[in-house]
């Protein structure tokens, strides 16, 4: 089983981006001695050499949902600060949450589409007034319907249906892939300082 997680130093000072370099080295330690496999699958450096503000990582692993648990939420890096001597404060926070990197993608077949021949009225001439050569198609598994009437042969608005079907479905994943790269983004604005559910230690 795998999932991701992500850690974030969100706009907080360039100690927490150390600190995030810091648990990152922590978690990973901990995931060997817990069987775990870490791939960094993306990250943003900090403006020092060796820290990050975010880091996206996949686990993988059979006891993966304990141990993701035990590394997720506030993040606490507790040792006085590298960069500015005589600064009192010694708690830096990180957040650390799961999060879903890869939209389902919405497989189409044309067995799933219900297409049912319908009449329209409009300008055409009696042929069109008089057949049913317009087409409802409609997906079955999304419930996404469209209606083709531009053409006066059936066959011609059957193809035209299937095809706009298969851009709606298509847009429908790329928008669901858009809101997840978005949602991530926000992960960053919402890091809570103080009640940690980690503190680590050098």
């Not at 791939?39 to 450096?45: K, M, P, Q």
Request: aromatic share 6%.
């Amino acid at each position: 089983m795998s999932l991701h997680l992500l850690l974030s130093a969100g706009r907080g000072p360039q100690e927490c981006a150390w600190a995030l370099a810091r648990l990152l080295r922590r978690l990973e330690a901990d995931a060997a001695r817990n069987n775990v496999d870490v791939v960094r699958l993306d990250s943003v450096v900090g403006d020092r050499p060796g820290t990050y503000r975010s880091v996206l990582l996949r686990l993988t692993g059979t006891e993966v949902e304990a141990f993701a648990g035990g590394w997720t939420g506030t993040l606490c890096w507790q040792a006085p600060s590298p960069y500015r001597a005589g600064q009192g404060r010694k708690n830096w926070y990180v957040a650390a949450r799961r999060c879903e990197v890869d939209a389902p993608v919405t497989p189409f077949a044309e067995t799933d589409v219900e297409v049912l021949a319908v009449r329209t009225g409009g300008p055409g001439g009696q042929h069109r007034n008089k057949a049913s050569t317009a087409v409802r198609a409609t997906y079955r598994p999304t419930g996404t319907v469209v209606v083709v009437d531009t053409e006066r042969q059936f066959s011609l608005n059957r193809s035209i249906a299937l095809r706009l079907l298969r851009q709606r479905l298509t847009a429908g994943d790329e928008a669901a892939g858009r809101a997840l790269v978005a949602a991530r983004r926000r992960a960053h604005d919402e890091l809570v300082r103080g009640d940690p559910t980690r503190v680590e230690r050098p």
